[in-house]
């Protein structure tokens, strides 16, 4: 292998550098971190990773990005010039924090379309499944992650960041085992769709939901069935699989979602419904100079890099949210409802509102809440930030009872050098200058102020 650089290029929803919980465990080794690239004082919208040592790699650096539909979270490339959409990635990971100790669907179907979907751009790149857990894995795994596990190891999937017994977590060796296992596995509430794999001489039948909020918008599902039509394939079937029991309509089928786009790609069927054709976007991801978010994880890194300040919760861009960590104890994760009963019954005021990102400052004793936004929806963030008070009442100041809260916006884009609201704290522009706003958190003003001084 030849010497060069790693690139690695990043949706922008995931957290890239280690949680807080992990800082801790490792604050007594070097701690790799993601340190924003200045050139002449502006922002290139590249990370560099430090703390890092290896022979055979000189740089490590992170770039943002966007996908164009269903797109894993890292795409790692090992090259000496920063990628481009002709080149191929080494490794494609899909990272969560979730274990089926919390959900048995968000730790490992949702995901699975991604593995299938990635396969019509880059066949040959090792993908990988990394559970970031932060709170102890299950001791005993539920029927569920075993068998969505074991058809993503049938795909060639590794995973990473969870201890498997080896007797239980092998590829499925041929179809009937997948169909056996399936139908052994236990069933649904009366009045739920059960996925189940019917095998006929000329067709496959595979009963599962999609239908969700008036749309094929089930994602669960989606990554099951995704999941499952493909390793058929893998395994040999080359008749018709069929979906039965989605209930869709035919309006329901658009030519954008991705589940009709791995439907073409892998000749998967919805029964009673017709599949538009539909050709794949040409390119699998884009370098995102758009994403609402980016100011919010530039100033996330900048704190973590250049202050002793760190994070306590991060939603970056609507992803799998992080967990909530108090000054002492294990991390929790946050509520969805201040009550699900009133909210399952119609009253969508029982959501609560959730910062983008939770900073604590220890040496000013204040933890800040922050709502990251465009510039030109700043007004939205602004108001977002009044929402708060749930979280703060419920989890922050119990579990920080001698901090001053701080709530703040941090907003991207424009061309913008100034800030006039007072609400907002930080600015990061198109052109990558940094603006503090005119009540800036005395953590924002350390951070850019160091940041500024290391790159002088």
């Known amino acids: 292998m030849s010497f060069g650089n790693s690139f690695c290029v990043r949706d922008r929803s995931v957290n890239p550098f280690l949680s807080y919980r992990a800082k801790k465990i490792v ?15 502006k922002f290139t919208f ?12 000189d740089k490590v650096y992170i770039k943002t990005v966007s996908g164009n539909s269903s797109f894993t979270d890292f795409l790692i490339f090992y090259q000496e010039n920063e990628p481009t959409l002709n080149d191929t990635p080494i490794y494609a990971i899909e990272e969560t924090k979730t274990d089926d100790k919390e959900s048995r669907n968000t730790g490992v179907y949702q995901r699975c379309s991604k593995f299938v979907f990635i396969e019509s751009y880059y066949p040959e790149t090792k993908k990988i499944m990394l559970y970031n857990l932060q709170i102890e894995q299950k001791k005993q795994p539920t029927e569920t992650y075993i068998f969505g596990t074991r058809l993503l190891l049938t795909l060639g999937v590794e995973i990473l960041g969870k201890q498997l017994d080896s007797e239980i977590f092998t590829p499925f060796e041929n179809i009937d085992e997948v169909i056996t296992l399936k139908e052994k596995m ?47 394939r893998n395994l040999g079937w080359k008749k018709e699989i069929i979906i039965t029991q989605h209930g869709l309509k035919q309006n329901h089928v658009g030519r954008t979602n991705k589940f009709i786009q791995i439907a073409n790609k892998i000749n998967i069927k919805l029964d009673g419904l017709k599949i538009p054709v539909v050709e794949m976007n040409k390119n699998y ?32 861009a609507g992803s799998e949210k992080g967990y909530f960590f108090p000054l002492n104890g294990e991390p929790v994760p946050l509520k969805k409802y201040k009550d699900r009963i009133k909210y399952k019954g119609g009253d969508k005021t029982q959501i609560i509102e959730i910062p983008d990102l939770i900073l604590v400052d220890n040496i000013e004793k204040e933890v800040i809440n922050i709502e990251g ?16 008070d749930f979280i703060e009442d419920v989890y922050i100041k ?15 884009g424009s061309k913008e050098t100034s800030i006039v609201e007072i609400e907002v704290g930080f600015l990061l522009n198109t052109n990558g200058q940094l603006s503090l706003g005119i009540k800036a958190p005395k953590l924002f003003q350390e951070a850019i102020k160091n940041l500024l001084d290391f790159w002088n």
């Open 285 to 316: 991801w884009k370098y995102d100079k758009n994403g609402e978010k980016i100011g919010t994880i530039f100033i996330h890194l900048v704190v973590e890099e250049f202050t002793n300040g760190f994070s306590i919760f991060e939603n970056h």
């Open 46 to 57: 590249t990370y560099e990773v430090t703390g890092f040592n290896c022979t055979k790699v």
């Open 186 to 232: 236990r069933k649904p509430p009366k009045g739920n769709v059960p996925i189940l794999i019917t095998k006929f001489n000329d067709k496959i039948e595979v009963s599962g939901r999609l239908f969700k909020n008036n749309s094929l918008s089930h994602d669960p599902n989606i990554g099951a069935l995704s999941i499952i039509s493909a390793v058929l």
């Open 27 to 41: 604050a007594n080794s070097p701690t790799r971190r993601g340190t924003p690239k200045l050139k002449e004082n």
């Open 398 to 412: 119990p579990d920080y009872p001698n901090y001053k809260i701080i709530r703040t916006v941090v907003l991207f």
């Open 373 to 388: 936004e465009k510039y030109s929806n700043r007004n939205n963030g602004i108001l977002q930030i009044k929402t708060f």
